[in-house]
């Protein structure tokens, strides 16, 4: 029986971020980074075409986050997850906001699978970026589960602003590049 579970990012994210321009000063710099990490995941084949990344309010980068569902073998490694449990670690909370009193930003080069969309809410996430859309993902085979038709409302209504199509086409490349590929499609 398994009784301990850990995960990690690939090693080559911390030179990846280290070596990234540092100024995530408007959303699209924010976003450019969550494609950038999704672009190269599929590079270094270590797990799907998915970037995120949490910033504060100050937009500074708090935890990337990319796909690691095919290489851990582990279905709720999302890119967004990752990003979340890493900042809640380097915060100490499983609520990023402190009770509200913070404001914190996910930026995902692809909108949030049914899993994820859950999740936002419980994150402490104030701001959702999205680059990519749902039916892009569904359009090279993802399967992104039931969610809302009504989502972007259904999080403003709990005080969590949603931007969609941020670089769209850029993410929406990302996608079809791991596709064309042949990547895993889960």
């Known amino acids: 029986m398994q009784t301990h579970f850990e995960f990690e990012?690939?090693?080559?994210?911390?030179p990846f971020v280290a070596g990234y321009d540092?100024?995530?000063?408007?959303?699209?710099?924010r976003m450019a980074l969550a494609i950038a990490l999704s672009a190269e995941n599929i590079k270094k084949q270590t797990g799907g075409p998915f970037g995120a990344a949490i910033f504060d309010s100050n937009h500074q980068l708090i935890a990337p986050g990319v796909n690691l569902v095919p290489s851990k073998n582990c279905?709720?490694?999302?890119?967004?997850?990752?990003?979340?449990?890493?900042a809640q670690q380097a915060l100490g909370r499983y609520d990023l906001s402190d009770a509200g009193q913070e404001t914190y930003e996910l930026a995902a080069s692809t909108e949030p699978c049914a899993m994820c969309f859950g999740a936002v809410p419980w994150s402490g996430v104030k701001r959702l970026l999205c680059g990519a859309r749902d039916?892009?993902?569904r359009a090279v085979g993802?399967?992104?589960?039931a969610k809302l038709s009504e989502w972007p409302e259904a999080l403003q209504e709990r005080g969590i602003d949603v931007?969609?199509?941020i670089a769209r086409a850029d993410a929406v490349a990302v996608l079809n590049d791991y596709a064309k590929q042949q990547g895993t499609i889960y």
Do not use: Y
């Open 9 to 14: 990012l690939p090693a080559w994210v911390e």
């Open 142 to 145: 993802f399967d992104e589960g």
């Open 135 to 137: 039916e892009d993902a």
């Open 163 to 165: 931007v969609r199509d």
């Open 22 to 29: 540092p100024d995530f000063s408007t959303p699209d710099k």
């Open 75 to 86: 279905s709720i490694l999302h890119a967004e997850m990752v990003a979340i449990a890493l």
